[in-house]
DNA sequence: TCTAACTCGTACAGTGCTGTTCGAGTTATG
DNA sequence: CATAACTCGAACAGCACTGTACGAGTTAGA
């Protein structure tokens, strides 16, 4: 896989992902005629550049995690107390939660879990650390695995997601009830701070 | 669709339906063929029954439903305070909130979402009378939509039922996590009991 | 026991996807 | 401007699925 030496093949390259990346977290059931019209490529030359399904669901996913771990660097996160961290995160980034989510949904089948799960490490990481340093601080609680919190904290971006996807709660309404509740889940209820 | 007369119809009737629901709770991408062969029936006597996928989807998502409620029923909740109730809930069905929704993959790029919110209402009214109750009770919290906590509540059971498939935790661990994280929502931040 | 009801395998049509091949056209780049 | 790199549509093979048709076999039930 020697880089493509061309100009307009390193721009359609980069076209395909972006649009893959928007498809593929926008709905389920993307297949690779609709990122090819997505991206404004034949299908032939999709296939040029992604062998496979399994190919280009690496590469996205890959990119979704490199833009995920980027977003969350920029916030400034661990000059704050854990559970303001964790509140100012949703508050920033939440989107890329619910949409690698989705993009979950679309990749899953294609790629071996053992590869997806390399990719995803990061992220995984990145938030266990988080709520180690908040049960550190005493303000997390400690009766309950951090795996356990991670999948719940996961669930609960896509549970406000689909609230508002259905137009149940607005953006910002979806947003406040998502990180109540992600701090009442997490906090260690011997505390009874506001945020 | 009137009912067949002869036993041995209403049996492979039978027989279809409970190897629907298995089927389409245990796993996504379930074809009808799939299902046809965990019946024990032809794939021509299936269509003989249920003439397309949204029909059958249509009669599992409604004996679904009706076991669910039949199963709630049966344990008593109204005699307990609201958060005992959700305690007791969870410790007694569950699995069938986790099984409620894989089922709902397999099914809702068949059925009309009309059809489908149709039968599910049932349970989306339990669940709103009781976090009301709750509510009145002064035991869960005011300040966040019901239509949202119960949403919560679902990706919480979903998170414990994935927490539990990838082997994370053990069945009766993530029944008491999932206890302690859905109390932890409902309940008014306000109060601290244990239950 | 006789018949209508039911079941079954096989085979077919139709659809939509993945991945490949071909050949001709376009474009970047030295 | 020449050539290699790249793109494209069209067409094909293969697969899996849904739903239908046929005809022969089995079984419930009066």
């Known amino acids: 896989m020697p880089e493509p030496r061309r100009a307009d093949a390193r721009r ?3 076209r395909i992902l972006a649009a893959a990346l928007e498809l593929y977290g926008s709905r389920p059931g993307v ?16 296939y040029a550049h992604f062998p496979s399904r399994a190919d280009l669901g ?11 771990v ?19 995160m949703l508050r920033g980034q939440w989107r890329i939660f619910e949409r690698n989510e989705y993009l979950r949904g679309n990749i899953v089948a294609d790629v071996e879990p053992e590869r997806l799960r ?12 988080l709520l180690a340093r908040g049960r550190a601080e005493g303000v997390f609680r400690g009766d309950l695995p951090t795996g356990w919190l991670i999948t719940a904290f996961y669930h609960l971006v896509h549970a406000a997601a689909d609230e508002q996807r ?13 990180v109540a509740t992600v701090l009442s889940v997490l906090r260690n209820s011997a505390v009874g701070q506001r945020d």
């Open 118 to 129: 390399a990719g995803h490490d990061p992220l995984m990481e990145y938030l266990t650390a």
């Open 58 to 68: 690496a590469a996205v996913a890959e990119r979704a995690v490199a833009e995920t």
């Open 31 to 46: 297949s690779m005629s609709d990122v090819a019209k997505a991206a404004g490529v034949g299908r032939v030359t999709l």
């Open 70 to 88: 980027a977003a969350l660097s920029g916030l400034g996160l661990d000059a704050l107390p854990a559970d303001e961290a964790v509140a100012a």
């Open 12 to 14: 359609n390259i980069e």
């Open 166 to 178: 259905a137009g149940r709660l607005t953006p910002a309404e979806a947003v406040e009830a998502l």
